[in-house]
């Protein structure tokens, strides 16, 4: 079965330090791959997708890039954080060719 | 304005209690899917419906896409504390781009034990 992974599970970092965030898929080949960002009292924002390696699609412009250095790798960056930045962090995955996603069980980060 | 509306934002009933929350769009739904959340937690998918007047039932959850395919209900039969969490509905939009499922905001379900 499917299982996706997500960590850290929750980060504290200083405005204007870097940031990675890491997402991995195991037990499926060639899936998309989405970044969201769900901001308290707000709906899910879709970030970033990515249908294969080295593709990236951005939805929202801002503050984040993200990369898809290995097929089941999704990694989500920052140079420099912005107190905006704050949220939880989800990581989805859906079939090559479906389009139900399931979602890992998220980061949960605050800038300070 | 959201392009899903999710209704009621938030509802508390006695555990044994149905309930229903609604989600409506003003486009057509290709796809309409129910998440469960729990606070601090990922997604957990609950079901998909694709056709007009498709039912879908999990457990005591039913779901329904109306035959216009713009407005969807999630029904639970008798609630048990176990149900509590954020309902969402999800959906790829004829306006959105292929890959980008929008989200309502959400409904925050409490049951009483």
């Known amino acids: 079965s499917q299982t996706i992974h997500q960590w850290p599970a929750t980060l504290v970092q200083p405005v204007g330090s870097p940031l990675s965030l890491e997402c991995t898929v195991e037990g499926t080949s060639n899936p998309n791959l989405y970044w969201y960002r769900q901001a308290a009292g707000r709906g899910l924002q879709l970030l970033f997708y990515?249908?294969?390696?080295?593709?990236i699609s951005s939805e929202v412009p801002q503050n984040l890039s993200a990369s898809r250095p290995q097929d089941r790798q999704f990694i989500l960056s920052s140079k420099k954080l912005l107190l905006s930045d704050s949220g939880f962090y989800l990581c989805?995955?859906?079939?090559?060719?479906?389009?139900?996603?399931?979602f890992g069980p998220g980061t949960r980060l605050t800038v300070l | 304005s959201q392009e899903l509306e999710q209704s009621p934002q938030s509802l508390i009933v006695q555990e044994g209690k149905n309930l229903t929350i609604n989600c409506t769009s003003s486009?057509?739904?290709?796809?309409l899917y129910w998440y469960k959340q729990k606070y601090g937690e990922g997604l957990i998918f609950l079901m998909m419906?694709?056709?007009?007047?498709e039912e879908k039932s999990h457990e005591k959850i039913t779901a329904k896409l109306d035959e216009k395919k713009q407005q969807s209900s999630l029904h639970i039969t008798a609630s048990q504390p176990s149900h509590a969490g954020i309902y969402l509905c999800g959906a790829y939009i004829s306006s959105g781009s292929a890959r980008q499922l929008t989200f309502g905001s959400g409904t925050q379900l409490t049951v009483l034990p």
């Open positions: 486009k057509t739904l290709y796809g």
């Open positions: 989805a995955w859906s079939a090559n060719g479906g389009y139900t996603q399931y």
């Open positions: 990515s249908v294969g390696i080295g593709q």
């Open positions: 419906l694709q056709k007009g007047g």
